[in-house]
């Protein structure tokens, strides 16, 4: 049968996706697509002007196009404004691993985000994908709500120290703890990264119980929960770069902090539900 709408929980199709990112993209002002190799050095200043440091050098963009990977770039005009860059990982054809994407921090609040994010979806499924993963670091607020409440990926694993020591400006001497997300592709989201089916745990009504929240002078406090809880919240710092420019130990609490309340929870069978007023909510198996 022709003619009738697609259902709001049916699979997302490689038209569907290829929708999702155009639309994306007339919605920011911008074209994505894969860069080409006359293009990777612009995207190499980007990042490490962003970083401090390379992130991923031209040379390996080029290798990493060349293999067949995900190298693509945001444009405004003519000026390259977001880079976003992936290759394939284990079960090979069934995910894409997105190791980097960044948008320029004079772009404004305009969904390059999102667009880019779209076209890699759209990217992944055309080649029989079925889930992409990236890692983030979890005291990024703006970070998890982007992927947590607007793309409602899964958080697959609490990574202590993942990276080890980073040299770049923004990482140096915080540690690496990340959490990995996982994006089933197959989950419908529109052009602005909202669910089309929103999800919604299973402990829907039951008041959280803090495991951490924030002390008088913003530092991290630990509490016992209630014994009996299935719906546990983490606060994060709302702001954790200018926290850490100001005053780097309280940072590191932070960083401390949050681990000792996540990670032994996320091994022990504890899923993340989402993320709403800077807080972490996790749900008991």
Not at 118 to 142: C, K, N, S, Y
Request: some cysteine.
């Amino acid at each position: 049968m022709t003619g009738q709408p697609t259902p709001a929980s049916a699979p997302v199709t490689v038209s569907d996706a290829a929708q999702d990112a155009a639309e994306a993209a007339d919605r920011a002002g911008v074209t994505v697509r894969e860069l080409d190799t006359g293009e990777v050095n612009d995207a190499a200043a980007l990042l490490e002007s962003m970083w401090g440091s390379g992130v991923v050098e031209a040379p390996m963009m080029v290798a990493l196009r060349h293999a067949g990977a995900y190298v693509a770039g945001a444009f405004a005009e003519a000026s390259l404004i977001g880079v976003c860059v992936g290759y394939f990982s284990q079960p090979l054809g069934t995910a894409l691993h997105s190791h980097v994407a960044a948008v320029a921090p004079d772009s404004g609040r305009r969904g390059i985000g999102i667009a880019l994010k779209m076209h890699q979806r759209a990217w992944a499924l055309a080649r029989g994908l079925e889930r992409i993963t990236w890692t983030f670091d979890p005291l990024v607020a703006r970070n998890a709500a982007f992927n947590l409440t607007r793309l409602q990926v899964d958080i697959a694993e609490y990574l202590v120290d993942f990276y080890g020591d980073m040299p770049d400006t923004v990482n140096a001497g915080q540690g690496s703890d990340r959490m990995l997300a996982s994006w089933n592709l197959s989950r419908r989201v529109d052009a602005v990264g909202h669910p089309r089916v929103p999800g919604k745990p299973a402990t829907e009504g039951e008041q959280a119980s803090a495991l951490l929240t924030t002390g008088v002078h913003g530092e991290p406090v630990p509490l016992v929960p209630v014994a009996t809880t299935r719906l546990a919240s983490v606060s994060v710092p709302p702001d954790i770069a200018r926290l850490r420019a100001q005053d780097p130990a309280l940072g590191t609490a932070w960083r401390l902090a949050v681990r000792d309340a996540v990670a032994p929870r996320l091994s022990h069978g504890w899923t993340v539900v989402g993320f709403d007023d800077n807080r972490y909510l996790l749900e008991a198996s």
